[in-house]
């Protein structure tokens, strides 16, 4: 029905930049906010980034002035710009979409992706 596709994670050296990116397809009438969480072993899963559809963005206190997100409506894409990573960065990444479906109505989803691992070596 709906899929989030995301692409862009490996390894790095501590200080390095990744660019995660995330799409979105399927039957998909609007989609509203869209961000990226992370989990590292042991932990719970976190809020990264997020950013509405108009473009207002918030970040989690760890990452801001490091991490960057940005969206282009047109391609239903999520990307995070991830720069002076650092090891306590190193965790499974999840992108996610609050969307409403063709034909659901006026009720919004929330969809996740498969998670892409993020590693940073110090």
């Known amino acids: 029905q709906v899929q989030l596709v995301e692409s862009g994670g490996g390894l790095v050296q501590s200080g390095g930049s990744l660019r995660l990116s995330c799409a979105a397809s399927?039957?998909?009438?609007?989609?509203?906010?869209m961000g990226w969480y992370r989990q590292a072993p042991g932990n719970q899963r976190e809020l990264v980034a997020a950013i509405t559809s108009g473009g207002s963005t918030n970040y989690a206190d760890a990452v801001k002035g490091r991490f960057t997100i940005a969206r282009d409506n047109a391609k239903n894409t999520v990307y995070l710009q991830m720069n002076s990573l650092k090891p306590e960065d190193t965790a499974v990444y999840y992108c996610?979409?609050?969307?409403?479906?063709?034909?659901?109505?006026?009720?919004?989803?929330?969809?996740w992706g498969q998670g892409t691992q993020v590693t940073v070596s110090s």
């Open positions: 996610n979409a609050d969307l409403q479906l063709v034909g659901g109505g006026p009720r919004k989803y929330r969809y």
């Open positions: 399927g039957s998909i009438f609007s989609i509203y906010a």
